[in-house]
């Protein structure tokens, strides 16, 4: 179970593959829009409502790219997420009813949380980034500014309670549909924390080491890697590809930008002023450029084109900052919220990008400064290719199917759903 934009999505494609191709029966529980990622994989699909770039879109989400940083735009973030909640819960719940144990990202944990002790099923939390509180780093939703030791701890655990607030709207209800007491939020994110239960993390412990203040069974498996349903290059990219030296890719995802043109220009100017070719990826922000010497491409497996470019631009989502490590190329980081500047700052610190250039900090000049030094300094390329090199030696799937395992076999549904009140008490057809 999962909701956000793509990155929030794609890790778990791979995830629910892998442990397809082990035995299990995996469905993935997230907006119908990502229904094509999984096509193939034999992993199955149930849908929710809520459209994330629609959300985006709208006035609301626009609004987002006034909020500066930091605390600020978590707590629009917070605001507008309680308004979505309540409206994935029902298929959440229903989903629930016909597994058997629950497999939960960051951005649904609560609420999944809530519907599993309901149910009285088993889960896993399966984060992409690190969640708990520590004092060597402050919360990543917060930025890379270190608070002190003291006060970076402080600062997660203020976040966590945050992200319990996304949900308290919606939880009561669930709660008593379930035949749960009620409890606050906040009581009920303590009692959590009480459990100590595991935790597994989609991230590599190259990159972020696991914090020594972490509690037992708060592990780094390494990473997941999205199922690539179409591995290949499409033929016009792949003759882009073969008629020069390798370009630069450049794409911010699933993030959304006030003014795409200015920003397309100034990506444009950029590259050339490097003497670089580029391939622009549209995404949701819709950039675009024409000329010899670029190309703008729609999705395109990540797996299959960065390892052909003599460097990538993104904007340091989880997702793609893994997949450019893992084809070992230099980077230059644009970040523009959430977590994206805690993992820009862990692409310089790796010496693998010359610098994180913020997205409301980007020029023309400031950008192709950035790239000259990505793209004609070796040790950016020799660092980036040994750190790929290990990064695609590692196994993350292999704890997750251990923990999985590990939990055994759930007896009877019956059971579980006889907690339920009223008519959700029936099983599905």
Known sequence: MTAGSRGDVAPYTGLGHGLSRAGHEVTLVTHARFEPLVAGSKVRFHALPVDPRAELESSRGRGLHRSGTGVGKLVRVVAMARTLVGRMTDDLVAAARSSDVLLLSGSV?????????????????????????????????????????????????????????????ALPTVRERLGLPRVSAAAAWRARERQERPVLHGFSPLVVPRPGDWRPGLTVTGYWWPYDTVPQLPPLLRDFLDAGPPPVYVGLGSATVPDPERLSTAIVRALRQAGLRGVIQRGWAGLGAVGDDMLSVDEVPHSVLFPRMAAVVHHAGAGTTAAGLRAGVPAVPVPIQFDEGFWSARLVGLGVAPRALPLRRLTADALAAALKRATRDP??????AHLGTRIRDEDGMAPVLAAVNGLGAVSGRGERTGRVNGPDAQEPG
């Open 109 to 169: 944990g609560p609420l999944g949380h809530t519907i599993a002790e309901g149910l009285s099923l088993p889960y896993l939390d399966v984060p992409l980034q690190p969640l708990a509180p520590t004092r060597e780093f402050g919360p990543p939703m917060l930025g890379v500014r270190s608070l002190g030791a003291v006060g970076n701890r402080i600062a997660g655990h203020g976040v966590g309670l945050a992200v319990e607030q996304v949900f308290a709207g």
């Open 379 to 384: 040790a950016f390329g020799r660092r980036a």
